[in-house]
């Protein structure tokens, strides 16, 4: 996978292909904070147990099958329990759960308005219902420069998976070879490559923004 920020200049400048944006959400827009996250399970939990298994590489089976909405709310905090030898309540184990969610990351709101009058975009975003309750409200000015906002537990399918982004280009009547992913894990990159979208990896402080100039620029060079 070529991810490249030089790569990403010579299709988008040279060729002009990308019209639309398909934005990530936690690692790309929002701040996610995975030691406060470890550390609020590490309250309730038998101090011998395991660690809980979620980093940005892997996951215990259970995180996806929330993500999908195969599982509810409490057949996760049970299953959770189960798993890591958790002591808490449903309720406490949710609200530890939701430590990993932090705030909206500088420049994301200014920087997706800048960008509104001249791409299409959406949010695609591996979540569950949980922290989509948790952070709608505080995402509500990010998410007004979006067109929709499409979550895998309501989608009943997760990056990286094929199907979900063929998902996505359907229902905005988007072609691929216009549309750029932007995410910060290199599989759900690779999963969007197969489809033939054009890939951008946020995975520096630097990232975005120079992403975005180069989003910008392209409309400065037109005029």
């Not at 988008?12 to 990530?24: A, S, V």
């Not at 982004?165 to 197969?194: C, F």
Request: include cysteine; charged fraction near 25%; glycine fraction near 4%.
């Amino acid at each position: 996978m070529n991810t490249d920020i030089c790569t990403l200049s010579y299709i988008i400048l040279k060729q002009h292909m990308i019209r639309n944006i398909i934005w990530d959400l936690g690692g790309v827009l929002l701040e996610t904070d995975l030691e406060k996250m470890q550390q609020a399970f590490l309250k309730i939990r038998d101090p011998k147990a395991t660690t809980v298994n979620y980093t940005r590489q892997t996951q215990h089976k259970l995180f996806t099958q929330y993500e999908i909405g195969a599982i509810n709310r409490d057949e996760f905090a049970q299953g959770m329990r189960n798993a890591y030898q958790l002591q808490g309540t449903n309720a406490q184990i949710i609200e530890a759960w939701n430590a990993i969610l932090s705030d909206v990351m500088p420049g994301r709101v200014e920087g997706l308005q800048k960008l509104m009058p001249y791409y299409n975009m959406v949010l695609l975003s591996n979540t569950n219902e949980c922290h989509h309750e948790a952070y709608k409200d505080d995402c509500a000015s990010l998410f007004a420069s979006l067109q929709r906002c499409f979550y895998s537990f309501e989608l009943k399918m997760r990056k990286p998976d094929e199907e979900i982004y063929i998902h996505v280009l359907n229902e905005m009547n988007w072609r691929a070879e216009d549309t750029l992913m932007v995410d910060d894990r290199p599989s759900n990159l690779e999963g969007a490559q197969k489809v033939g979208l054009q890939v951008y990896r946020v995975s520096q402080p630097q990232d975005f923004s120079r992403l975005l100039t180069e989003l910008i620029s392209i409309h400065s060079t037109k005029k």
